[in-house]
């Protein structure tokens, strides 16, 4: 608990703490405010569907765990990889502290630090809702009645984990390569590499198909890569029953989430072995 | 040394001690034995083994042979319940640069040893960092990095304190308090190992030394016994008698480089590398060739013999070339 308390002191003090959360609230509130606009005087558009819950839960979510997930993978990196650039490790385990346990309360700090994120988050993106729904003049509804808690629920519990998981990538690559930038440029590569290796393959198989067949297809082996497998997660928590949006092509159905969360969990757990693993087996030369 | 004594007398020692970073060799052999209670200086040119030998005693390195000992028990890189009682400053200080002084301490004191609150406060004391303590490491000095390190060895209050340079980047204030705070720690039972390059330094300081070469301890033992034998006599003739000097003392010391200054404000100064006590014969010496010296000085150092031992190449004044007869 102590090397936790410490790990979250320097996490509180940290300025990429509050500009990540910036960054996504930022933008969070850009969209919501031209969605407003554009949304204005069309009532019963898709765009006043954004501002009315439960569907309003989906969207937070999707801003949340969607573009959430590539500031995590990039503030774990930074976390890890930090540390690794300003030697903290070689003073740290100089005094005696146990070097799997140095990992991992770094990590589950990183974790605490994107729950609160989340949390902060998610309650903007409520506020958001009602001045988006206020500027286009359409209705929230109530975000307590009918199935909305439940949306909010599912939306909170099967995203956050796809988050950690995102997350925990970039702290194994930080870890991996011992640097805070080349973790970070590392992470963010990866994760947009493989969203477009996914559509490549996507294209690749609708051609073979005899292009332009509407019968949907899949799931197939690359909606089981890392950041991929987190999709078919986040395509059940945002309540759609349809095939995953996140690959740009409405003709891939999702992985069932009963198999990608376990998955998704998987991933986060590897991650953390292998950056507990490395961590303990390394010689300390910086 | 560790013959003579059982092994709980030392604080550290290690036995053959070996390790390769690839093909390249650090350490190639390292025998070193620190008895408690005292300052060891460890000395040796860049690249001789110094910092590593250090990483190996606090388990951030694998040896790849050899013992080693860790105040009086077996030690490996997996003891490392055993760091609770060692305070270390490898290399260059390591902070958060976001943090302040304080909550650098604060965050260290969560690792490793549980550490009282109130025992940060005493190291920035002790260290004379407490008025600056709330200010973020990026703004620190060198000097001041290099005393909160200082402070960060001393968190735990530990037996043994293992420092790497610490005298980098203090200003001549900061020099003697240093000397003073390790002096006081030495007095309370703990034992201080520093490598520096500083040799003046560590000649006030340290109460025995270990010199290390290619990865080797090559002379180790009480400082006032090392220079005994090691040493130099300097002397001063006329700039037109040099010739004639370098004729006479040359045989005192037949193996080694004489050395003299035949221009610039030091002209006519010899340094010959014979033990102090032989300062008479150098003298009469050049009494014997009909040159008389105006000034003569013997002296023994620890400059001296890290020069002697580690064959630097640094040695000040350029050996004169072999006298011809006149």
Redesign the interface.
């Known amino acids: 608990m102590r090397l936790l308390a410490a790990e979250l002191l320097s996490l509180r003090k940290r300025a990429a703490t509050y500009v990540v959360l910036a960054v996504l609230l930022v933008l969070m509130a850009l969209v919501y405010l031209l969605a407003g606009l554009t949304a204005r005087g069309q009532p019963g558009s898709a765009g006043t569907a954004t501002f009315a819950f439960p569907a309003a839960y989906s969207v937070i979510g999707l801003f949340v765990f969607g573009l959430g997930s590539l500031l995590s993978v990039a503030y774990a990196a930074a976390v890890a990889g930090g540390d690794w650039s300003w030697g903290i490790p070689r003073v740290v385990l100089s005094r005696g502290e146990s070097r799997v346990n140095y990992v991992l309360a770094k990590a589950a700090a990183v974790g605490i630090a994107l729950a609160v994120g989340v949390l902060v988050a998610y309650a903007a993106g409520i506020v958001l809702t009602y001045v988006g729904a206020a500027i286009s003049g359409s209705s929230v509804g109530n975000p307590l009645s009918g199935n909305s808690p439940r949306r909010l629920f599912d939306s909170l519990a099967l995203g956050f984990p796809v988050l950690l998981e995102r997350a925990a990538i970039g702290f194994a690559v930080a870890t991996v390569l011992r640097s805070q930038l080349a973790g970070v440029v590392v992470g963010i590569v990866l994760y947009i590499g493989e969203a477009i290796l996914t559509g490549i393959l996507v294209g690749l198989a609708l051609f073979g198909r005899g292009a332009f067949s509407l019968e949907p297809f899949g799931p197939e082996w690359y909606q089981f890569l890392p950041f991929s497998i987190g999709d078919s997660v986040l395509a059940a928590a945002n309540g759609s029953s349809g095939p995953d949006p996140s690959v740009g092509d409405v003709l891939l159905r999702p992985v069932p989430p009963e198999v990608a969360l376990p998955g998704v969990l998987l991933y986060l757990v590897g991650c953390l072995v292998v950056s507990a693993l490395l961590v303990r087996r390394a010689q300390i030369t910086a | 040394m560790s013959a003579a004594y059982p092994t709980d007398h030392f604080a550290v020692t290690t036995r053959g001690l070996v390790k390769r970073?690839g093909r390249q060799p650090a350490l190639t052999g390292l025998d070193m034995s620190v008895p408690r209670g005292q300052v060891y200086g460890f000395l040796g040119p860049n690249g001789s083994g110094k910092t590593t030998t250090l990483?190996l005693l606090?388990?951030?390195?694998?040896p790849d042979a050899g013992q080693m000992t860790l105040l009086g028990e077996p030690y490996t890189w997996r003891d490392?319940?055993?760091?609770?009682r060692?305070g270390?400053l490898?290399?260059?200080?390591?902070?958060?640069?976001?943090?302040s002084g304080r909550?650098n301490l604060?965050?260290?004191?969560?690792?490793?040893?549980?550490t009282p609150p109130r025992r940060i406060d005493e190291v920035l004391e002790y260290v004379g960092m407490r008025q600056r303590s709330h200010d973020k490491v990026k703004t620190y000095s060198l000097g001041m990095k290099q005393r909160l390190g200082i402070a960060?060895a001393m968190?735990?209050d530990p037996e043994l304190l293992l420092l790497d340079e610490p005298a980098n980047g203090l200003d001549p204030a900061g020099v003697v308090a240093l000397r003073e705070t390790l002096r006081h720690l030495t007095s309370l039972g703990k034992t201080v190992l520093i490598s520096s390059h500083i040799l003046p330094e560590v000649e006030q300081l340290a109460d025995i030394v270990g010199i290390v070469n290619s990865g080797r301890i090559i002379r180790e033992g009480r400082l006032a016994e090392l220079l005994h034998d090691v040493g130099t006599v300097r002397v001063q003739v006329a700039v037109e008698d040099m010739r004639a000097a370098a004729a006479a003392l040359q045989p005192l010391a037949p193996d080694r480089p004489l050395y003299g200054v035949d221009s610039g404000p030091q002209a006519g100064w010899f340094t010959v590398n014979v033990a102090p006590t032989r300062a008479q014969e150098v003298n009469r010496a050049l009494a014997a060739a009909g040159v008389y010296a105006s000034a003569l000085h013997g002296g023994s150092d620890l400059e001296s013999l890290f020069l002697q031992l580690t064959g630097s190449t640094d040695p000040g004044p350029a050996p004169l070339p072999p006298a011809s007869p006149s």
């Open positions: 970073y990483r606090v388990g951030l390195l694998r490392r319940l055993r760091l609770f060692v270390s490898i290399e260059m200080p390591a902070f958060y640069p976001f943090l909550d604060r965050f260290l004191a969560g690792t490793g040893p549980p960060a968190l735990s």
